[in-house]
T-cell receptor
């Protein structure tokens, strides 16, 4: 596709429910990132993939959060037993990795998760 | 560790007047620095980036930023504000030197344009 695609755009979950958020990056982009943006805040790093390898998951807030990218393209962020504090916009970004300085990351429109 | 501080949470300027959004950074290595803009209900869009080439960087829509290592600053400017510039702006740093691709965002500056 032309850009990073995320689905669903909006998700309402009851507390304790599991959710899965999907990211379809730009074709050919090696790097994929997940960020969490709370209301009125800047995005915060969750995790980073290079192809199918998860190289950095230091930003995942708890073991309820899990991300995968099994074939090096589409990625899924799963949140188990959702809590109210998980309510946020979840952003996915992809970039073409090369040996130069950090390349531009292209962001999707995000999934707005509301836990009630 | 890398971080950015956006010195103003909210800036208001009149249409046609200059814009200045301030950003200071902290980085353990040669940083890459970016400004992203976020319009309501739209995705983050890259305005410009600094990656150790020219210290004055020109971006889209007439924006530019100057990297000043001595001041650890990367302020965003535009000579003449337009109504369409109203949005949230994020200063972003990346410590690519450690092979760390992740971006660290500031808390954002909301720019309001007064007609």
């Amino acid at each position: 596709g032309a850009g990073v695609s995320q689905s669903p755009r909006y998700k309402v979950a009851k507390r304790g429910q599991d959710v899965a958020l999907r990211c379809d990056p730009i074709s050919g982009h090696v790097s994929l990132f997940w960020y969490q943006q709370a209301l009125g805040q800047g995005p915060e790093f969750l995790t980073y993939f290079q192809n199918e390898a998860q190289l950095d998951k230091s930003g995942l807030p708890s073991d309820r959060f899990f991300a995968e990218r099994p074939e090096g393209s589409v990625s899924t962020l799963k949140i188990q037993r959702t809590q109210q504090e998980d309510s946020a916009v979840y952003l996915c970004a992809s970039s073409f990795k090369d040996r130069g300085p950090t390349t531009e990351a292209f962001f999707g429109q995000g999934t707005r998760l509301t836990v009630v | 560790a890398q971080s950015v501080t956006q010195l103003d949470s909210h800036v208001s300027v009149s249409e046609g007047t200059p814009v200045l959004l301030r950003c200071n950074y902290s980085s353990s290595y040669s940083p890459s620095l970016f400004w992203y803009v976020q319009h309501p209900n739209k995705g983050l869009q890259l305005l410009l980036k600094y990656t150790s080439a020219a210290t004055l960087v020109k971006g889209i829509n007439g924006f530019e930023a100057e990297f000043k290592k001595s001041e650890t600053s990367f302020h965003l400017t535009k000579p003449s504000a337009h109504m369409s510039d109203a949005a949230e702006y994020f200063c972003v740093v990346s410590d690519r030197g450690f092979g760390n691709e992740k971006l660290t965002f500031g808390t954002g500056t909301r720019l309001t344009i007064i007609p």
